[in-house]
């Protein structure tokens, strides 16, 4: 029998930490993105295979195209809801970019601890009401969760488009390097201008 919502705030231990429930969490995305994103870039649902490495995936994990479509959200500070068509990523946050990859690239966790500060700052909750034990955890951490999404939602729209438009944009070493300088100069831009005082 399935447990309820305050039955699962039980089995949650007191002292256990904010991020590590987040962590437990999966993340879902638009089912729209598996095939014209995640399948172009990753191996996402190819399973490990010597193979793999032989098709030209950029990425290895659908888990890192999804950083990296939050990451875009994020500097472009743009979120879209997801849609009812949707799945689940398929690994708990806690479990991205633990391990080396058989692309040569190194474990990054602490990425993880970069995307639960930056969902904190940009997450709207009165973490007072958090401590307080008026908010539940478990609903914080579900928020963290919503406002990632919707980052990633809007950044895998963008990738799809670049895509769209080149199928190779992404196979460049600087891709994912001009997408988020762009996003970084246009902010810089804004808020320089916001600075400029306005003509009598």
Same mark, same amino acid.
């Given at each position: 029998m399935?447990?309820?919502? @305050?039955?699962?705030?039980? *089995?949650?231990?007191?002292?256990?930490?904010?991020?590590?429930?987040?962590?437990? /969490?999966?993340?879902?995305?638009e089912?729209?993105?598996?095939?014209?994103?995640?399948?172009? *870039?990753?191996?996402?649902?190819?399973g490990? @295979?010597?193979? &793999? &490495?032989?098709?030209?995936?950029i *990425?290895?994990?659908?888990?890192?195209?999804?950083? $990296?479509?939050?990451?875009?959200?994020?500097?472009?500070?743009?979120?879209?809801?997801?849609?009812?068509?949707?799945?689940?990523?398929?690994?708990?946050?806690?479990?991205?970019?633990n391990?080396? @990859?058989?692309?040569?690239?190194?474990?990054?966790?602490?990425?993880?601890?970069?995307?639960f500060?930056?969902?904190?700052? $940009?997450?709207?909750?009165?973490?007072?009401?958090?401590? /307080?034990?008026?908010?539940?955890?478990?609903?914080?951490?579900?928020?963290?969760?919503?406002? $990632?999404?919707?980052?990633?939602?809007y950044?895998?729209?963008? $990738?799809?488009?670049?895509?769209?438009?080149?199928?190779?944009?992404?196979?460049?070493?600087?891709?994912?390097?001009?997408?988020?300088?762009?996003? &970084?100069?246009k902010?810089?831009v804004?808020?320089?201008?916001?600075?400029?005082?306005?003509?009598?």
């Amino acid at each position: 029998m399935a447990k309820t919502f @305050s039955e699962i705030e039980d *089995l949650i231990k007191k002292d256990e930490k904010l991020i590590d429930i987040w962590g437990r /969490k999966d993340a879902y995305f638009e089912t729209k993105y598996e095939q014209s994103v995640l399948r172009v *870039l990753s191996d996402y649902g190819i399973g490990a @295979s010597e193979n &793999t &490495t032989a098709k030209g995936k950029i *990425l290895g994990s659908g888990y890192e195209v999804y950083i $990296m479509a939050f990451f875009i959200g994020l500097y472009a500070r743009k979120k879209l809801p997801l849609s009812d068509e949707n799945k689940k990523l398929g690994q708990p946050i806690n479990k991205w970019g633990n391990l080396d @990859s058989k692309k040569f690239r190194k474990a990054y966790s602490g990425l993880r601890s970069y995307l639960f500060i930056a969902l904190v700052a $940009m997450t709207e909750i009165d973490w007072i009401a958090v401590d /307080k034990g008026d908010v539940k955890v478990e609903s914080a951490a579900s928020a963290l969760v919503t406002t $990632m999404e919707e980052y990633a939602n809007y950044g895998f729209s963008v $990738m799809e488009e670049k895509l769209k438009d080149d199928p190779a944009y992404f196979f460049s070493n600087r891709a994912f390097l001009d997408i988020f300088l762009q996003l &970084t100069d246009k902010h810089r831009v804004a808020e320089e201008n916001d600075d400029i005082p306005e003509e009598l």
